[in-house]
């Protein structure tokens, strides 16, 4: 064949890459049941896939061959370490014996394999963060050095948590499976719980100095719809609701200068329409279940605020008694902090202000930056500049994201200048 063949062949698998390894991989772990044999059967495969096609031609299943070279070239690989390490001997064998039947290449068996990818490495067993970590890396394809960058660590930190959590889903046996019907409800809430983790992260980091990791966030998203692609459960539909409305105002969240807009000040002609009809299309789906979730109530809050093309229009009321809905499904201090801000919005700042004291009076939110943020902008509006000043001072304390670090120093700084003014108007 010609050069530009090879160049076309490379372009094939390119896109095969892009597309489909993800599918490759989950069903050689499936295979093979080993996340590190799988990952090098999938290379592998890919490579002798450069090699043989150019003279061999595209195959009608391109997937499925891929697959099929993967597994041999594993019980290869494992032969080989056989004569080293006695274990691998009959782990090869055991492989060699399970022969690859028509329906590993079936689609729905595939997406049965992402599926199982996606609850293993989200399961309750491993921390939080190498859940998180796994995830990104199994099954959205992430570098272990995206990673890193992501969570503001070294990648060599981020390769040993992960190869940590590989071990532990070995060494615990962590079946890889989907659960059960009975078991479904528990373990749906931790991948939840990963997914949205991964879009936070990436819709308005925890630290450092970027406000949003764009990339993060369309991960999440693209998690999320593959996610209810499998298993369209109510909860799904509504994390999906809740993440496509919040990326939506994303081009409006800062300035060209990385500075943080707040929500009543953004300019809502940048919102995204197409994201914000989708997402609400979705609460409508996700709200009529029996048994509503913390999800699908987030989202509908957020579908109040989107649907108001004017801060001045937006539905507090509304807003006010979707937080207590959520506060009855899922009593927290922080949902309840928001659901004050949405009264002195409804009622006005002095009865918001009485609601933020007694839960800071409580101290389960004395170290949570937007607790003293929120109190400040209340004493603020009330004209009680000192205690707006004292609480200011607190959340740049605690604040440790320079976006939201900058924001915070401007508010002071006005607050500051205001009494300046006031002083030598009194003089």
């Known amino acids: 064949m010609t050069r530009n063949s090879a160049d076309e062949i490379r372009k094939v698998l390119d896109e095969i890459y892009r597309t ?3 599918r490759v991989l989950a069903t050689l772990i499936r295979l093979l049941g080993d996340f590190e044999l799988a990952e090098d059967a999938m290379h592998e495969a890919f490579s002798a896939a450069m090699e043989q096609w150019q003279t061999e031609g595209v195959p009608k299943n391109p997937r499925a061959w891929l697959v099929s070279a993967g597994r041999f070239k594993a019980i290869d690989q494992m032969r080989r370490r056989a004569k080293f390490e006695t274990p691998f001997e009959p782990l090869a064998e055991q492989v060699a014996d399970g022969a690859i039947v028509e329906e590993d290449f079936d689609d729905d068996k595939i997406e049965d394999d992402r599926l199982r990818l996606i609850f293993t490495c989200c399961h309750p067993a491993l ?8 995830t990104l890396r199994e099954v959205c ?10 969570f503001l660590t070294t990648p060599s930190t981020m390769a040993q948590r992960i190869v940590r959590a590989k071990a532990k889903i070995r060494e615990a046996h962590i079946p890889y499976q989907v659960p059960t019907k009975e078991d479904l409800p528990e373990r749906l809430d931790t991948v939840l719980q990963v997914i949205y983790l991964i879009f936070n992260e990436g819709y308005l980091a925890s630290s450092g100095d970027s406000a949003t990791r764009a990339d993060l966030s369309e ?3 693209r998690l999320a719809r593959l996610l209810i692609d499998l298993l369209p459960e109510p909860e799904v539909t509504g994390l999906l609701a809740l993440m496509l409305l919040h990326e939506s105002r994303r081009s409006a969240r800062t300035n060209p200068d990385g500075d943080l807009i707040l929500l009543e000040d953004q300019d809502r002609s940048l919102w995204n329409r197409e994201m914000i009809t989708e997402g609400i299309s979705l609460v409508e789906k996700a709200l009529p279940s029996q048994s509503v979730g913390t999800y699908a109530i987030q989202a509908a809050i957020a579908a109040v605020h989107a649907e108001a093309r004017t801060p001045s229009e937006t539905d507090w009321s509304e807003i006010v008694g979707l937080y207590g809905l959520l506060l ?7 949902v309840e902090l928001n659901r004050a801000v949405a009264v002195a919005m409804r009622d006005g700042a002095e ?6 004291d007694d839960i800071l009076a409580r101290g389960e939110l004395e170290d949570y930056h937007l607790a003293h943020s929120a109190r400040a902008e209340l004493c603020r509006r009330l004209g ?3 205690e707006a000043k004292i609480s200011y001072v607190r959340a740049l304390s605690l604040a440790q994201q320079e976006p939201e670090r900058r924001l915070i120093e401007k508010r002071l700084g006005d607050l500051e200048l205001q009494q300046s003014n006031e002083t030598n108007d009194q003089a």
């Open 219 to 221: 991960e999440a998203i």
């Open 328 to 334: 009855q499904v899922n009593p927290s201090p922080v």
């Open 141 to 150: 394809g992430l570098t272990t050095e995206e990673i890193a960058r992501a």
């Open 20 to 22: 489909d390894s993800r």
């Open 384 to 386: 009680r500049s000192n």
């Open 351 to 356: 009865e918001g202000l009485r609601l933020v």
């Open 127 to 134: 921390s939080p963060e190498a859940r998180t970590s796994l």
